[in-house]
């Protein structure tokens, strides 16, 4: 028996990786996934956790073989069997995309009718996570057929495949999705690298993701190896970043500390897939501290996999909260142009009423304090303030 379908179960908590769309785009080249991995390493995001680097659009040349294999472009000299060793030799995994359709999003040969060719060359390629986008011809079958096919395909070759599905939440994924062997599947248009996108530009903004998130009610179907996903991260991305320069979306300026904060926040709350999204060659200080904050990733990564929904919405003072194996996360975000208070009690949010005391511990500062119930952060606009609470 080789290691193929171990017990482990496949993302029994939500992926962490990187992602070359937000950061280049079309523009990629084996060299940016190169050094990206060895980024990951550098920047301490290894260790952390992240551990999936995921090749997105444009990696394959515009003619399939004769057989109908996909092949890479001159972009990738040394093909994916090399790029995937280089990957797995750092410590990390390899991820490709694809797409359930005649064509990619950018016009690239894709995976429909050929889903058991492609999925053969994935694994004998050291492929360890497919993400399977919505673009192409889809030759008149529905969603749950085409993703279906390639599910299945992932489960008949001799290697453990992520299958990360990209519908952008338009047929319900979350309804389907583990039942075709996903495990994950985007439940929102693309992120872009704004607060809020217009409603005619391309895209959702973090804000307007998390409009999408509270209004789709699809927590109930989150969980250990099939997980909701609200699109890829875009801290340490603005104006100049591939995706922002690729799609039509005026993005002016990168998010503020705030908003990424925000960002942040509320991926880990969602217990959201976190693929960064960003050049990490160039990774600033604020960001890697963002993105490795232990606290944050713990809520992200806790064993129960239980998603963040929202206890009150609609006027200024936002709170959402989430349940933990040994307690709960609640998450305080001003929504509103002024600093303000932002108070809840236990007993409203999903924290574990049965305790006297709770021992409360801020996320961002490691502040540590008790309470009876009662909770109150003070939040700068569009800052989330966010703590663990523990029964005592
Ligand atoms: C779609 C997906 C994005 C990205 C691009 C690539 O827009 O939703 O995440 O993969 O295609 O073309």
Redesign the pocket.
Known sequence: MTDHHNMTRLVATPPLGW?S??AF??DVTEADIRDAADALVETGLRDAGYEYVVV???WMASETDSEGRLQPSADFPNGMAALADYVHNRGLKFGL?S?AGTE???GYPASLCRERLHAEQFADWGVDYL?Y???GDHAGRDAIDRYAAMGAALASVERDIVYSI?E?GQNRPWEWGRNVGGHLW?AT??LVAKWRADPDEFGLGVADALDRMADIDAAAAHGPSGWNDP??LQIGNGPDSG?SEH?AVDVQRPLTEAERRTHFAFWCLLAAPLMVGTDLTSLSGFDRELLTNERLLAIDQDPLGIQGTPDRRGDDAEIWSKRLRDGGAVAFHNHGESDREISTHVSAVDVPARADRYRVYDCWTGNKWETSGSLAMTVEPRDTAIVRVTPQ
């Open positions: 992602n769309w937000n785009s079309c997105d659009d444009c995309y797409s990619t999003c950018q993400k986008d919505n673009c990209c952008w985007r248009d693309d699109d890829m995706q799609e």
